[in-house]
C-alpha cells in the first residue's frame, strides 16, 4: 500500500458542475455549523464505507488543516467528521479515532483563494509548521481539509513528513478536489454566500456560529465605511469583544490595512459599553 492516498468527496471543474451548493460550502468558511456538520458527515460516512478495512485496523489520528489561534473551516467540519466517524468504528468494534493539532504561524496576509499555484508555494515556504513526530509514532494518519485546489498544503505537509523521516500510513481527506486549472474558483466558492458586510448578519446571528479566520480578515477588509452600519452594531458585546481579541491574538493589529477597521471595532465596544451606562 502507497504511504500516501487520497480521499475527495466530490470532483469538480467549474462552479456550474460542483456536485455540492457552493452557498452551503461559503457557508462553512464563515462559521456555519449547520454546514460543517453536514459536510463532516457526508466525509464520513463515504470515507468508512470505503477504508474500513484499513480504519478497523489501525490506530488512527485525525489531523485538521493546520492554524495558528483562530480555527479555520476546515477544523470545524473535522470535528463533525470525527463525531461521526468514531461512530461508525466504534459500532463496528474498532478503536476510536484520536484527535491532533498541528500549529502552524501564517507569514503572510494575502487572500490564499485569489493567488495563483505558484504564489501559494512561494508563501507558503514562509510558513511554520509544527509537528509532533512522537505523538504520531506507529498511527495511520488522517489529514483533513475542506477542499483541495492546487494540492500546496498536502505537498508541504508531505514535504515536512519526509524531513522528518516518517513513514506511517497517511490519507488526505477533503470534501472537493478541483481538477481545473484557474486556482482562484477558491475565491468563488468561498464567497458563494457573502457579497457584501451585511451578508454576513445571518451567519453569525445562528447560535451555533464559530468565528472563523476568514470571517475576520473579511471583516478588517471591509469598507470601513459599512463596517459599523451593516453588522457590527447588530453584534453583542461577547461577538465585539471576541473578535477584537481574535484580531489581538493573530497579530493582526500589526498589519497596516488592518488598522482602519480595528479602529472601528473598537469604536463599537466603546460605543456599546457607553450606551449600557447611560441606561445604567
Not at 467549474?14 to 466525509?43: H, N, T, V, W
Not at 477544523?75 to 468494534?93: C, F, P, Q
Not at 468561498?190 to 464559530?210: G, R, T, Y
Not at 488592518?258 to 479602529?263: A, G, L, T
Amino acid at each position: 500500500m502507497k504511504q500516501f492516498q487520497e480521499f475527495a468527496l466530490h470532483e469538480f471543474q467549474s462552479i456550474e458542475d460542483a456536485p455540492f451548493r457552493p452557498e452551503q460550502y461559503s457557508r462553512l468558511k464563515f462559521g456555519c455549523d449547520e454546514a460543517a456538520r453536514e459536510m463532516g458527515y457526508e466525509i464520513a460516512d463515504a470515507f468508512f464505507q470505503k477504508s474500513a478495512p484499513a480504519l478497523l485496523d489501525s490506530r488512527c489520528l485525525m489531523i485538521s488543516s493546520p492554524y495558528n489561534f483562530v480555527p479555520n473551516a476546515a477544523t470545524i467540519m473535522t470535528m463533525h467528521l470525527l463525531n461521526r466517524l468514531n461512530s461508525h468504528i466504534v459500532d463496528a468494534k474498532g478503536n476510536h479515532v484520536e484527535y491532533a493539532t498541528v500549529p502552524r504561524k501564517i507569514s503572510y496576509v494575502n487572500d490564499y483563494g485569489l493567488l495563483s499555484g505558484e504564489h501559494r508555494k512561494s508563501l507558503i515556504a514562509g510558513d511554520r509548521f509544527y509537528f509532533n513526530a512522537q505523538h504520531f509514532e506507529g498511527r495511520c494518519l488522517l489529514f483533513v481539509d475542506d477542499v483541495k485546489i492546487t494540492g500546496t498544503h498536502e505537498n508541504r505537509l508531505v514535504e515536512l513528513m519526509h524531513e522528518q523521516h516518517l513513514k506511517n500510513k497517511t490519507f488526505f481527506l477533503y470534501f472537493a478536489r478541483y481538477t481545473g486549472d484557474r486556482p482562484d474558483i477558491e475565491s468563488e466558492i468561498n464567497f458563494a454566500a457573502v457579497k457584501s458586510i451585511s451578508d454576513l448578519n445571518q451567519i453569525v446571528a445562528e447560535p451555533s456560529h464559530h468565528m472563523t479566520a476568514r470571517q475576520i480578515k473579511y471583516i478588517l477588509t471591509a469598507d470601513p465605511s459599512e463596517l459599523f452600519h451593516d453588522f457590527l452594531r447588530f453584534r453583542s458585546a461577547r461577538y465585539l469583544k471576541s473578535l477584537y481579541f481574535n484580531c489581538l491574538h493573530e497579530g493582526y493589529y500589526k498589519i497596516r490595512e488592518y488598522e482602519p477597521n480595528m479602529s472601528v471595532i473598537r469604536d463599537a465596544i466603546e460605543h456599546q459599553e457607553s450606551a449600557k451606562k447611560l441606561v445604567v
